[in-house]
């Protein structure tokens, strides 16, 4: 007896061994995300190296790039082809724009990766989301990144922090019935109250001015500075807006002039961080006041149920969202969140495994948002999702990481919130132009030239910080030396054929 027990237990120490020896062999795979607050992963790697080991045939890392960050961190990566990075966040607005970096080579084409392992990926993504990311990349048409689920429109809103402005005697529907132009008063009062250190006006100034402006981002623009617009109709998202679909040099026309002299009106009379007009410091400065509650009125590019995000939660302030227009469906919000492999990457097979498990396993998504079950949050009764104070130390950007629909419901956001976000979604209308997405393989040269220009003005012109009495015209006249008008011209050629093909 002695002797099969002592041959059970060589046994258990070899198969255990074993086990260890092939988790060691098994390659790592990292990921690039966007716009975290993530400080300790070490219990959530832990868990999902357990659970993809003999799925995805792959260990995890995670590189966690916030707002601040990320956009540095994903393009050097790319553009020095570290294959250290094997898996990056990439959408229609970030510095790595997805249609740019797809075009230019920096994208696995992931067609027949997805005809091989991607079965239950193209059975948990809508059809249009998949559609949304076939473009002419650098390996001919088809998919270069895994489409998240996640808001499929775009929606901008007014970020009210209703506490301070209920204390300064006003009511949520005395600020609905005011515009940008009239915020003055609210300021003015703010810094009465609260002291001249006190910043009211909290935005992330690019997003700003497509809220005024009633502009949005124009697909296969340049991502980090976009240059294009297109109007909407503010009425109606599905009409042609007030210049039809003809896009126009965002920074030439008579709303961008009233935008950024209003806006160095309020900066100049303190009401606005001058943090915000610095690239270094803009968002970061932004999403540590937003933390705080420590402003009256901010912008947020909104998605259904952000108000019972945990981090508007913990603000301790009552916040409303205010929107600017319907929420509409564009090219760039089907493009909003997306993870491409790179061509870099020395494990793409293992990689598009990942991403295809944790877009249709509701398991591994939950892991990666939310984190580990009796760590970082509890499961009530009702199934629902109770966090622990160890979320603040582990909160990823939900809306970057895939596709949220497969998540659980929260406490905060209550039973029957994902069956309520994809109705959301499916009420959205779309604009004119949905589906267009500028090729700027012919103009590249002027659009690197035109992004060095926007950089040095943009986001100071945007924040109030430059007097657009001066500052506008220079920049103007730089643009046009940068080729502005050769970029317009190729845009609006593909645009007009692209509606008439419609």
């Not at 606005?272 to 937003?290: F, G, H, K, M």
Request: charged share 20%; glycine share 8%; hydrophobic share 40%.
């Amino acid at each position: 007896m002695k002797k099969v027990f002592a041959l059970l237990v060589a046994l258990a120490m070899i198969l255990t061994a074993s086990s260890f020896a092939l988790a060691e062999e098994l390659p790592t795979i990292t990921i690039m995300f966007h716009g975290s607050n993530v400080t300790d992963d070490t219990a959530v790697l832990e868990a999902v190296n357990d659970y993809i080991a003999d799925k995805v045939g792959a260990k995890l890392e995670v590189v966690w790039g916030t707002w601040g960050d990320f956009d540095e961190k994903a393009t050097n990566a790319l553009l020095s082809g570290d294959s250290s990075i094997d898996m990056v966040f990439t959408c229609s607005w970030s510095s790595d724009e997805y249609n740019t970096y797809a075009k230019n080579g920096y994208f696995v084409k992931l067609d027949d990766l997805i005809d091989e392992y991607g079965a239950d990926l193209k059975a948990a993504i809508p059809e249009s989301l998949m559609q949304a990311a076939t473009i002419e990349g650098a390996e001919g048409m088809g998919i270069y990144a895994v489409n998240g689920f996640k808001d499929t429109a775009t929606q901008n809103t007014w970020d009210v922090n209703v506490t301070l402005l209920n204390e300064l005697g006003y009511t949520l529907e005395d600020f609905e019935a005011m515009s940008f132009y009239d915020f003055g008063e609210l300021f003015a009062k703010a810094k009465e109250v609260k002291g001249d250190a006190f910043y009211p006006f909290l935005v992330e100034p690019m997003v700003l001015e497509r809220m005024v402006t009633g502009s949005i981002i124009v697909a296969g623009d340049s991502g980090s500075t976009n240059l294009l617009s297109l109007y909407l109709n503010q009425d109606d998202v599905s009409q042609e807006g007030p210049y039809g679909n003809v896009l126009l040099n965002k920074f030439a026309t008579d709303e961008y002039k009233a935008f950024v002299t209003k806006m160095h009106e309020y900066y100049e009379a303190g009401y606005i961080d001058p943090s915000l007009a610095v690239a270094e410091t803009s968002n970061d400065t932004r999403t540590n006041a937003q933390k705080t509650g420590d402003y009256l009125i901010g912008t947020q590019s909104y998605a259904y149920g952000y108000e019972y995000n945990p981090e508007v939660l913990d603000r301790g302030i009552e916040v409303a969202f205010v929107p600017c227009t319907d929420p509409y469906v564009d090219t760039t919000a089907s493009q909003g969140a997306m993870m491409a492999i790179s061509t870099a990457s020395e494990h793409p097979e293992e990689s598009f495994k990942f991403l295809a498990l944790l877009n249709s396993d509701p398991t591994l998504m939950t892991l990666m948002n939310y984190g580990v079950e009796g760590i970082h949050y509890n499961l009530n009764d009702e199934g629902l999702v109770e966090f622990t104070e160890e979320r603040a130390n582990y909160s990823p950007w939900t809306n970057g990481v895939g596709n949220v629909t497969i998540l659980p419901d929260t406490v905060d956001e209550g039973a029957g919130f994902r069956e309520h976000f994809k109705e959301y979604y499916a009420g959205a209308k779309a604009i004119p132009s949905l589906g267009f997405v500028f090729n700027n393989a012919d103009v590249a040269n002027e659009m690197a030239a035109l992004g060095t220009v926007a950089a040095q003005y943009a986001l100071a012109l945007d924040a109030g910080a430059l007097d657009p009495e001066t500052a506008l015209p220079e920049f103007l006249d730089a643009l046009d030396a940068a080729g502005m008008q050769t970029y317009l011209d190729a845009a609006n050629e593909q645009l007009t054929a692209y509606m008439a093909a419609k």
